[in-house]
């Protein structure tokens, strides 16, 4: 029996569609005489890899129309998870969304936003009718992958990704080879102290993305709360990371104001120092819940075997 509905209501259908979760993007673009554009968009979506094209759509009665019409390309800005109020500032009607707006300029003068999730620079390609809207195909000719977790609309609200707790069942007719190896593999301790950590990561991990900083940002602001100023030298010592890899994450951190430089050592600033602690109630709060069925004892044991482990 079938309730589909065939009225089309606006919200009635907008709400249909906000049952497909989207992320969202920032579409910059500027006219060879300067003007520029900044919409926020959740239409984005891949086309084709060979030749490598992308689209979104921009309703026709948008101010910023005539900009995208001119301008040779256009950069696609995907949000990361703490860039809300990137999302809300490129939303708002604004004389001057660039204003106080920190930048850069990509090809074709489209300004490509920082500490993204990932960005695109496109080629105009073509521009398709789409009822109220205008649907823009672009080549993509550049793009950055910063790996940080994506900022999520879902039913008009914001969200963030959460990996899903169902696994594979077991098939019944197994065949009795892989038993066993799966029987050797539950007795081996490195094995199970590897399984261990990748289902402890696969909760956790993306809790702590969800505040925005990767794992090697948390991990040197987690460190500098404990020892609020240390030499670049001892910095690398101490969070055992590769060097491109710390300078990128300071560099970041930096740039967020949870991190100060002087001369050549790094310090926390107060807002870092909040920054640090709600990462540290986030851990203490999935370690609560990952051993809550287990006793203080066979916490406490589990604890030394680690601490004896990790100290040979």
């Known amino acids: 029996m079938s309730n589909a509905t065939t009225e089309f209501d606006p ?11 989207t992320g969202i993007t ?10 520029r554009a900044g919409v926020t968009a959740n239409s984005f979506n891949s086309v084709s890899l060979e030749p490598p094209l992308i689209l979104w759509s921009i309703g026709k009665n948008s101010g910023s129309c005539e900009i995208f019409e001119k301008a040779s390309h256009f950069a696609v800005n995907v949000l990361a998870a703490d860039q809300i109020d990137v999302s809300n500032h490129f939303a708002r009607p604004s004389d001057d969304k660039f204003a106080d707006v ?21 080629e105009a390609y073509e521009t398709l009718d789409g009822g109220d809207h205008w649907i823009l195909v ?8 910063a790996g940080r977790a994506p900022l999520v609309y879902h039913q008009g ?13 077991k098939k019944d007719n197994e065949p009795a080879a892989i038993e066993r190896l799966k029987s050797r593999f539950q007795d081996n301790l490195y094995y199970l102290m590897v399984q261990a950590v990748r289902a402890y990561q696969a909760d956790y991990a993306p809790l702590q993305l ?24 001892d910095l690398l010592k101490e969070v055992n990371m590769p060097e491109a890899e710390v300078d990128n994450a300071a560099e970041i951190l930096q740039r967020k104001g949870l991190v100060s430089l002087e001369d ?10 909040d920054q640090a602690e709600a990462l ?33």
């Open 210 to 233: 969800s505040t925005g900083l990767r794992t090697s940002e948390a991990r040197m602001l987690m460190v500098l709360q404990e020892t609020p100023q240390l030499c670049r030298k």
């Open 102 to 122: 920190d930048f850069q300029d990509g090809l074709g003068g489209a300004a490509l936003l920082p500490d993204c999730a990932a960005t695109f620079q496109c």
């Open 264 to 273: 050549d050592c790094y310090r926390i600033t107060q807002q870092g120092e």
């Open 157 to 169: 609200s914001y969200s963030v990704v959460m990996p899903h707790s169902r696994f594979p069942a």
């Open 138 to 145: 672009g080549k993509v000719v550049a793009f950055e992958d």
């Open 26 to 35: 920032v579409i910059t673009a500027t006219t060879p005489d300067g003007k």
């Open 11 to 21: 919200k009635a259908f907008r709400r249909a569609l906000g049952n497909f979760a």
């Open 280 to 312: 540290w109630d986030l851990s203490r709060q999935e370690q609560d819940k990952m051993f809550a069925d287990f006793s203080d004892e066979e916490v406490a044991t589990f604890k030394k075997v680690l601490k004896q482990l990790a100290g040979r």
